[in-house]
């Protein structure tokens, strides 16, 4: 059985393992990035509050959507007042879970598709939560259509966390993987780091990644070999990394 790097945080991977075990691979766990949610008492907390003050709540990952139903359930705040719109399916299926009908998915699971697809109107309120990575163009975007934004930082990631250095080394030991997986550009950035912490280089182990911003983010960090899933859910991932390794030679 081929063994693929599952490079996402801890407690993060089960849906992906499934699907990777379904394609007939083996995966190995090495977070590449550690999430830490905006905590108690902060930002999140107090937007949490006035949730129902707001036309759009806009998500922009399932770490987010994780970030805010922590500090709702913290805050005994309802969840079904304002409107959803959440980035990609991954997200929707974090807020469908508990309950929440997510109104609007744009047609590319992308910041910018959601900023100008989603249909919010001039004057509205509009939350959007994102991760201290992320960059401003979702908000800047929903400013410029007219709506009344407000920003909060709902989680942050740490690349390349010390906690996974031997765990990489182990993993690149005796048999290295026949792939890397990546779901964003700073579980790129995190291999690469913690590679070269310990002077090994991941760049020629074939990168699967689940969309353009982490592909552009390995070939731009040396990533020779690259797929791109069509769509950036588990089954698409594991799919791509199953088609690619039956074929490494065809580079997509």
């Keep these: ?51 129902h003050t707001f036309d ?22 309802a969840l079904d007042t304002p409107r959803w719109a959440a980035i990609g399916n991954g997200t929707a299926d ?35 939560l994102r991760g201290d990575l992320s960059d401003h163009d979702l908000p800047r975007v929903l400013r410029e259509r007219g709506a009344a934004v407000i920003e909060v930082i709902a989680y942050r990631t740490v690349e390349g966390p010390l906690t996974s250095r031997s765990m ?10 026949a ?11 995190g291999v690469v780091a913690l590679a070269q912490a310990d002077g090994l280089d991941v760049t020629r182990i074939p990168a699967i990644c689940n969309g353009p911003t982490s592909a552009r983010e ?10 791109t899933a069509p769509a950036p859910d588990a089954a698409s991932l594991a799919a791509t990394a199953a088609a690619f390794l039956a074929h490494p030679t065809a580079t997509r």
């Design 179 to 189: 792939a890397v997986l990546f779901a964003s550009g700073s579980a790129v950035r």
């Design 56 to 77: 759009w709540v806009v998500v922009t990952s399932a770490n987010g959507a994780r970030a805010i139903l922590k500090a709702a359930e913290r805050v005994a705040t």
């Design 168 to 177: 990489l080394r182990d993993a690149l030991a005796s048999d290295p993987p």
């Design 1 to 51: 059985m081929l063994r693929v790097l599952v490079t996402r945080p801890s407690g993060q991977t089960g849906t992906l393992e499934g699907a990777l075990h379904d394609q007939g691979l083996e995966p190995v766990l090495v977070p590449t990035i550690s999430v830490t949610v905006d905590p108690p008492g902060g930002r999140l907390d107090s937007a949490a509050r006035v949730l």
């Design 218 to 227: 390995a070939a731009r960090l040396g990533f020779g070999a690259i797929s």
């Design 94 to 128: 974090v807020l469908e879970r508990e309950g929440i009908t997510v109104d609007f998915r744009p047609s590319h699971a992308d910041a910018r598709t959601l900023a100008t697809e989603v249909p919010v109107e001039p004057g509205q309120d509009a939350l959007v």
